[in-house]
């Protein structure tokens, strides 16, 4: 390799790494930004679901922009924008103004993955392209990993401020790396956009999301947000659909789904999406509040699923050769028995049962994204490609907000109901709560003991709602394993 070729993959791997870490960095403080903020669990979702939502919507628009601005000013105003918006987030003194930051992190952070895998295999010869993908993978895991352990030491030591300040030095080298290292990329084309059917189809996303995050707190249908929201989605929606199939160049053509494997994979690339940050979401406040961890273990534990990661890079190559459809749906049962591990966790689950129940979910994800990719494009036209990678990677960034506000919708409501069924039980008449066994602290004759008690009560309730988006994610991807069955054996791409 040439200094160049060095400085191009040192700085793709910085990105890289900087979009990572924020991944589960934002996970891991949302206990303490909840308190500080003084937010509900649903309403501090916001915080993820809605940075996906800006991440799936703005991704498309990646190999436009590229080419509208050029590969170095498309690489360094998007780092730019990430770093300040990773700052804004920082300084947020309301949930408002942390959510608004996070979007504009979504929108800035989502052309950074694609664009660096574009730059890689436009300034590296054919030979070294496989030694370079591997390294920006590499990078890729590291950050999600690196992220909380980083990122809980800045919380324990300051704030939940400091984690998201340590995104900024990183930051500012990755801008000096880009200036130098992107030098001569920077020719512009001049390129269509359908922009009819870009806003119909993030008029509908954002519509979808918004009734699943909002239903809950506005008693769904009854409410005239939520039929609003309804109403201009479904418009949105049939817009998008009818300008598809009419327009001589639509923003998503219809026919990409005519090729099965490309179809399904979209579909897997959905559920893949959905089991892939929802446990990073629903573990920080599991731990933090029923169980009272500190910072720094609850960020290594998280990391375990980098670990996971890590360890199917040894073999998932060699497995994707010779049995991709195996591959995949091994995949996706390892990833149905570590959520059904997680959903047999009570009160007082270990540190073990975390650690090795999230390994089990990287390792998962890990061995059926790379042969799912392979199988879903293996069929696409070269020329299909770049559209078809766009679509797959917004199916994929949807699927992880959505269900991330199903679960928590879940949550919310198994815990509201419990609570509500167990403290029936709590009355004078009830023979258990007056023997010598029941701890004094709980007692029903003074406020101080049935405050404790309540207490208690709402922990366990907790502690049903996690269990029960656990089971949610289990079920989800059992049911999925059969559609690596639908896929085709990878064959010659069509010209």
Known sequence: MTGRQ?????????????FGMTITLANLVLPQVRGALSATQDEISWVITLNLVATAVA???????????????????????????????????SLETLIFARVA???????????????????????????????????????????????????????????????????????????????????????????????????????????FDRGQRLDWFE?????????????????????????????????????????????IAFVMGMLNFTALVLFPSLLHD????????????????????????????KLTRVAPRLSIATGLAIQAVGAFWMAQFDINLTEFDVFWSNLLMGLGQSVTFTPMTVVAFSTLPRHQITEGSAVFTMMRNFGSSLFISLAVLILVRSTSINYARMTEFITPYREALVFPSLPASWSTETTTGLLRLSNEIQRQSAMIGYVNAFYLMAITAALSAPLACLLREARKREP
């Open 6 to 18: 060095w400085l191009i993959l040192l700085m793709v791997q910085l990105s890289n790494l900087l």
């Open 59 to 93: 991704t498309p628009m990646t190999a436009w922009l590229a080419n509208r601005l050029g590969w170095r000013n498309m690489m360094f105003f998007t780092v730019l924008g990430f770093t300040v918006s990773s700052f804004l987030c920082g300084i947020a003194n």
């Open 105 to 211: 992190q979504g929108l800035f952070g989502a052309p950074i993955m694609p664009m660096g895998q574009a730059i890689l295999l436009g300034t590296f010869p054919p030979h070294l392209q496989a030694t370079a993908l591997v390294m920006w993978g590499v990078g890729a895991v590291f950050g999600p990993v690196l992220g909380p352990i980083l990122g809980s030491v800045a919380t324990e030591a300051y704030n939940w401020r400091a984690a998201f300040y340590m995104i900024v030095p990183p930051g500012i080298c990755a801008l000096v790396c880009i200036w130098f290292a992107l030098k001569d990329y920077t020719q512009r084309k001049k390129v269509s956009f359908d922009w009819v059917g870009f806003i119909a189809l993030s008029i509908a996303l954002v519509s979808a999301q918004l009734i």
């Open 223 to 267: 409410s005239r947000e939520i039929l609003l929201c309804a109403f201009v989605g479904a418009l949105a929606l049939w817009i998008f659909i009818v300008h598809c199939l009419t327009a001589n160049q639509p923003f998503l053509n219809p026919r990409l789904l005519l090729d099965r494997n490309f179809a399904v994979g979209i579909m």
């Open 290 to 317: 029923l169980r009272g961890y500190p910072d720094s273990v609850i960020g290594q534990l998280i990391a375990a699923r980098g670990i996971g990661n890590w360890i199917a890079f040894l073999f998932i190559a």
